[in-house]
């Protein structure tokens, strides 16, 4: 479906969704903390709208079951290879463009620099920049600013192509230079730039992926590509916490030399797809 409304729409559609209830979620957590004074009350009734989620699935499945189309990439069938076999190939994306691997390393290299929110959030407000009451708000503008590059970054990707990915490691890099100021709208910039990188990476760069496999090894790329992602985040996150408290100006040369690398491989990877190296 996203081919006919274009990949970058598509991913960035889904994402900004996702993004609404990121918004509202907070906001709701912060409200509920403020008039109780304890926040198990707020956790408790966000228990509400997963619920109805789940119901909201379970009836969709009933009454709309998916039925998928083969896209016009999509290659003869071939006699079906053993468990073994798949589970070899699954597991080191074996088979899939070289073009792909290079790109799955960049945004390894680029979650490895984004730093997760409650990395952020206790720094700031270990410096008394924030009140921790008011962190469920700052949360919420990083998922509205998540949102709306998520539909910007994707209507461009649309138009001009996978050159847009580029800006993602530049402001991977500048995060830190926001978070770790001590005035505090440095550090309201610095969140909303890492609003902007983290909606660019959860959606747009994602469409980038349908682009460089071909159709019937999608389901296994992007199995890999979330490993590979995850692994990136893991390794950023202990790096982040082994030096957030006494090392922020070694937290921020570590995560600009990440996000050089990061896009090196970016740039290698549009020129390889471009060639058809990649395939």
Known sequence: ?????????????????????????????????????????????????????????????????????????????????????????????????????????????????????????????????VAPAAVPLVYALAMAVEALAALGTGHLFDRRGERVLLIVPVLVAIVPFGVFATEPWLVLAGVVVWGVATGIQDSTVKAYVADLVPTPRRATAYGVFAAIQGLGALAGGALAGALVEHHTGALAIGIALLQILSLLLLLRTTRTAATGLGR
């Open 1 to 129: 479906m996203a081919t006919s409304t274009g990949r970058g729409k598509g991913f960035a559609v889904h994402k900004a969704l996702d993004q609404i209830g990121a918004f509202s979620g907070p906001l709701l957590l912060a409200g509920i903390a403020a008039v109780t004074g304890v926040l198990w009350a707020g956790f408790a009734v966000l228990a509400l709208p997963g619920a109805l989620a789940l119901l909201l699935l379970a009836q969709l499945r009933r009454r709309a079951p998916i039925v998928t189309e083969p896209e016009d990439d999509d290659a003869p069938s071939s006699p079906a290879p053993s468990l073994l076999k798949v589970l070899g190939r699954a597991t080191v994306g074996s088979g899939l463009p070289r073009a792909y691997h290079l790109f799955a390393l960049s945004t390894a290299l680029m979650n490895a620099g984004l730093m997760t929110f409650g990395v952020m959030s206790f720094r700031f407000v270990q410096q008394g920049l």
